[in-house]
Antibody, heavy 119, light 106 residues
Framework: QVQLQESGPGLVRPSETLSLTCTVS????????WSWIRQSPGKGLEWIGY???????NYNPSLKTRVTVSMDTSKNQFSLALNSVIAADAGTYFC?????????????WGQGTLVTVAS | SFDLTQPASVSVSPGQTATITCSGS??????TCWYQQRPGQSPVVVIY???KRPSGIPERFSGSISGNTATLTIYDTQAMDEADYYC?????????FGGGTKLTVL
């Protein structure tokens, strides 16, 4: 049973970079698409982007200019960097694994980590 | 990109059938899936590929699609089904989630 665990600072200052890591256990990070998804307080879900084990990436067009998703297969981790953060970037950030054979079916999720944007 | 529209809330009595719709111009071109999110928890897939149910999801959960509208139907609704439900699909460039429907079991 795969487990995903997000980690990173819970507080980020406006204009700085939000950096989160997802540590995957119970399954190698290969052969799956790995995504970041966020949820603003009291609101819905927003897909941020994915990295494939080959290193291929794809991002939400609305965030594309500020986002980088990368992978470290040696550590079985993947990461999110979101730069120039603003208040609207606050919320709970989830990492998720797509079901094998699918790109955008998120069958396994981390518990989520809350990020606050404030000076 | 495109939008997916869900009703903000649906109420149902225990044992009755709950119906949650999801409308979007791209539905029918790509598959739709549905997630259940209980308060304080991560989302869980309850329906994928429009109509398929993952292992471990009760048979009470059913998905269908007609034209540009996907529907999640929960038969014999239980108190434990009270949650937020999100539909999700994608196009060539991005993933889109519906705004979510709060299901209340009265």
């Amino acid at each position: 049973q795969v487990q995903l665990q997000e980690s990173g600072p819970g507080l980020v200052r406006p204009s700085e970079t939000l950096s989160l890591t997802c540590t995957v256990s119970g399954d190698p990070i290969s052969n799956h698409y790995w995504s970041w998804i966020r949820q603003s307080p009291g609101k819905g879900l927003e897909w941020i982007g994915y990295v494939y084990y080959t290193g291929a990436t794809n991002y939400n067009p609305s965030l594309k200019t500020r986002v980088t998703v990368s992978m470290d297969t040696s550590k079985n981790q993947f990461s999110l960097a979101l730069n120039s953060v603003i208040a609207a970037d606050a919320g709970t950030y989830f990492c998720a694994r797509a079901k094998r054979g699918y790109t955008y079916l998120f069958e396994s999720w981390g518990q989520g980590t809350l990020v606050t944007v404030a000076s | 990109s495109f939008d997916l529209t869900q009703p903000a809330s649906v109420s149902v009595s225990p044992g009755q059938t709950a119906t949650i719709t999801c409308s979007g111009s791209n539905l029918g071109n790509q598959f739709t899936c549905w997630y259940q999110q209980r308060p304080g928890q991560s989302p869980v897939v309850v329906i994928y590929q429009d109509t398929k149910r993952p292992s471990g999801i009760p048979e009470r959960f059913s998905g269908s699609i007609s034209g540009n509208t996907a529907t999640l139907t929960i038969y014999d609704t239980q108190a434990m089904d009270e949650a937020d439900y999100y539909c999700q699909s994608w196009d060539t460039s991005t993933v889109v989630f519906g705004g979510g429907t709060k299901l209340t079991v009265l």
